[in-house]
T-cell receptor
Framework: SQQGEEDPQALSIQEGENATMNCSYK?????LQWYRQNSGRGLVHLILIRSNEREKHSGRLRVTLDTSKKSSSLLITASRAADTASYFCATDGNQFYFGTGTSLTVIP | NAGVMQNPRHLVRRRGQEARLRCSPMKGHSHVYWYRQLPEEGLKFMVYLQKENIIDESGMPKERFSAEFPKEGPSILRIQQVVRGDSAAYFCASSPSGGYSYGYTFGSGTRLTVV
């Protein structure tokens, strides 16, 4: 399976702290994407990183990709209560494969 | 731009009834994907469609489930003779092309409850 697997499954931090989530996958990819899902809502696309990129920034988000280790990390800096959500990584293919997500809770 | 529209937002069916879930992709998007999310689990791919064509249905259960994306109108995910195990959130996503470079735009999902 090409499925992305996120780690940790759950993460609880204080507002203002940084949150780091990891994703591992099994086969070669063209790109990897991170999504956020708020409770009861649909997925929101956060950031896409291509296989020839090592790092990408978007606002308070920083994504790294290590294709040799088949892993990616998502860093959210200066977290806010509104960042509380589940975060999924997805790898490409004929369809995108999603992991089970990291559930992030930011405590005000 | 209204985004990806899914309806209904919530659907309750008795066991044995049929469930029809609709998805209208974003304007200009001709690729539609359906995902199912069981409670406490991640999203699972079900089917990938283009207009009038099923491209990949490798994630669809072999029985009772079908999907279509006609030339006109929304994509429909149809579940016949629903069972309690079909209770889940069903998400639709669309993209302008195969999705490799653009990511998906997701709808808010349809929450199906089978009683």
């Amino acid at each position: 399976s090409q499925q992305g697997e996120e780690d940790p499954q759950a993460l609880s931090i204080q507002e203002g702290e940084n949150a780091t989530m990891n994703c591992s996958y099994k086969t070669s990819i063209n790109n990897l994407q991170w999504y956020r899902q708020n409770s009861g809502r649909g997925l929101v696309h956060l950031i896409l990183i291509r296989s020839n990129e090592r790092e990408k920034h978007s606002g308070r988000l920083r994504v790294t990709l290590d294709t040799s280790k088949k892993s990616s990390s998502l860093l959210i800096t200066a977290s806010r209560a509104a960042d509380t959500a589940s975060y999924f990584c997805a790898t490409d293919g004929n369809q995108f494969y999603f992991g089970t997500g990291t559930s992030l809770t930011v405590i005000p | 731009n209204a985004g990806v529209m899914q309806n209904p937002r919530h659907l309750v069916r008795r066991r044995g009834q049929e469930a029809r879930l609709r998805c209208s992709p974003m304007k200009g998007h001709s690729h539609v994907y359906w995902y199912r999310q069981l409670p406490e689990e991640g999203l699972k791919f079900m089917v990938y469609l283009q207009k009038e064509n099923i491209i990949d249905e490798s994630g669809m259960p072999k029985e009772r489930f079908s999907a279509e994306f006609p030339k006109e109108g929304p994509s429909i995910l149809r579940i016949q003779q629903v069972v309690r195990g079909d209770s889940a959130a069903y998400f639709c996503a669309s993209s302008p092309s195969g999705g490799y470079s653009y990511g998906y735009t997701f709808g808010s999902g349809t929450r199906l409850t089978v009683v």
